[in-house]
Every structure is written in structure tokens, then in C-alpha cells.
């Protein structure tokens, strides 16, 4: 057993919950594009019945088909543009901000995150989560091929905290590309599993398997204890 002195947190769907984020970026689009896409309550409406069919990752394409649009390639591109640019309205779960005040005291707290740059800035904005943790690490920034499962944002915080990767442990939804890199580097990996995880279905690869799994952040300061 081992004391836990870092406990760092993954952002999208473990901190908040990713789904809101895509819907907010759905009414941002049906907004700035409303001249090709009609009445932007409509259109917004239709996006999320597109998100919970089979036509997940051809939304924006399906929105054009139905409206004929034909330049659709270059249209698409500014509607992905959109969408990943625009300031969103998102909240914590109610846990989440809960968890992060409790744990403050008693742990360096962070953060690191895959995604594009803009995108991940704007909701740790929005989020507000820099003030309540120690360190914020955003993988692009560092380069895309830093992404997860690449091993150097785990170093860098680390580095940054002050703490061994024995003290650190990792708190994340997505097993397909997690825990890969903390397990590697000896953090204790934590899954968080929620019914309406975007990523829960995905499977984990070789190394890649968490070592505790829980089905809400209100359990976390219990198993940091018992870890100790
Ligand atoms: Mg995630």
C-alpha cells in the first residue's frame, strides 16, 4: 500500500459530463449556420436526435443532406469550426465540484486533458476548474502526437506537482486510451464508469486496464483512504 499525495483528473466525462458540451456546440452551429440550415430551434433539435442515432459522427452531414445543401465539404469544415470554437455553457457534476472542494485540502489536485486546444481552453474556462485545482495539463498544447495515451503529460505534471508517480493516481472514463501511460509510469489508475458515458462502451487495451473502478466521484475520498 501507498499513500496517494496527487490525485489528477481526466476532464470530459469524468469531470462534467461530454455529452452537454457536444449540445452546446450543436445550438452554436445551428445558430452561425442558420442561414443554411433554417429556424435554429429546429435545427438544434434535430442535431441531438442525429447524436442518439447510428448517425453519431455524420450529424453535420446528415443536417446538409436534409437541407440539399450541396457545397457541403467546405460548409462542414466551417460548421466543425464552429463547433469547436465556441465559447460553451457547461457545468461540473454536482459531485465533481463537491469532490475537487473536498480533496483540496489534503491533495495537490489536477488535471490533464486530450482534445483540441481551443476547445479544451474554452471549457476549463467555462468550467472554471483552474482555480480549483494545483495544475492544468492540455495535451495539444504540448503537440498532437502527445495525446493519450502518450506518457509526457503525466510526466510533466508530475514534474510540475512536486510528487513521485508512485503518489499519483489517475481518474478518467475513456479505457480505450486512459490508463495506458499512468499504469506504465506506476500511478494507481481509477475508472470512473457512468451510465451515460459517451466512451463506456470502449474496450481497454493491453495495459490498459484500470485498477479500481467506481461508479461516482462521491466515492473517491473513501477509496483514497483505503489506498493509504
Ligand atoms: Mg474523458
Given at each position: 500500500m501507498r499513500p496517494i499525495h496527487a490525485v489528477i483528473f481526466d476532464l470530459?466525462?469524468?469531470?462534467?459530463?461530454e455529452k452537454t458540451y457536444t449540445f452546446s456546440g450543436y445550438r452554436a452551429v445551428a445558430q452561425a449556420h442558420a442561414d443554411i440550415l433554417g429556424d435554429a430551434d429546429k435545427a438544434f433539435r434535430r442535431m441531438c436526435e442525429l447524436f442518439d442515432s447510428p448517425n453519431r459522427a455524420r450529424v453535420f452531414n446528415v443536417m446538409l443532406e436534409e437541407v440539399g445543401h450541396h457545397d457541403a465539404e467546405n460548409t462542414i469544415m466551417k460548421m466543425v469550426e464552429t463547433f469547436r470554437n465556441h465559447p460553451p455553457t457547461i457545468e461540473l457534476y454536482p459531485e465533481a465540484a463537491a469532490v475537487l472542494k473536498a480533496l483540496r485540502p489534503d491533495y495537490k489536485l489536477g488535471i490533464i486533458s486530450d482534445g483540441f486546444l481551443v476547445a479544451q481552453q474554452n471549457k476549463v474556462a467555462s468550467l472554471q476548474v483552474d482555480s480549483k485545482v494545483d495544475e492544468v495539463v492540455l495535451t495539444d498544447a504540448l503537440g498532437?502526437?502527445?495525446?493519450?495515451?502518450?506518457?509526457r503529460a503525466f510526466e510533466l505534471i508530475a514534474d510540475k506537482l512536486q510528487v513521485s508517480h508512485e503518489a499519483c493516481t489517475y481518474i478518467a472514463d475513456n479505457l480505450a486510451k486512459d490508463f495506458v501511460a499512468p499504469n506504465a509510469l506506476g500511478w494507481t489508475s481509477i475508472h470512473i464508469d457512468?451510465?451515460?458515458?459517451?466512451?463506456?462502451a470502449n474496450p481497454a487495451p493491453?495495459?490498459?486496464?484500470?485498477?479500481h473502478e467506481i461508479t461516482?466521484?462521491?466515492k473517491l475520498p473513501e477509496l483514497l483512504l483505503n489506498l493509504a
Open positions: 470530459d466525462d469524468t469531470l462534467y459530463a498532437r502526437e502527445f495525446w493519450k495515451p502518450h506518457h457512468r451510465p451515460d458515458g459517451i466512451h463506456r493491453s495495459g490498459g486496464h484500470p485498477a461516482s466521484l462521491a
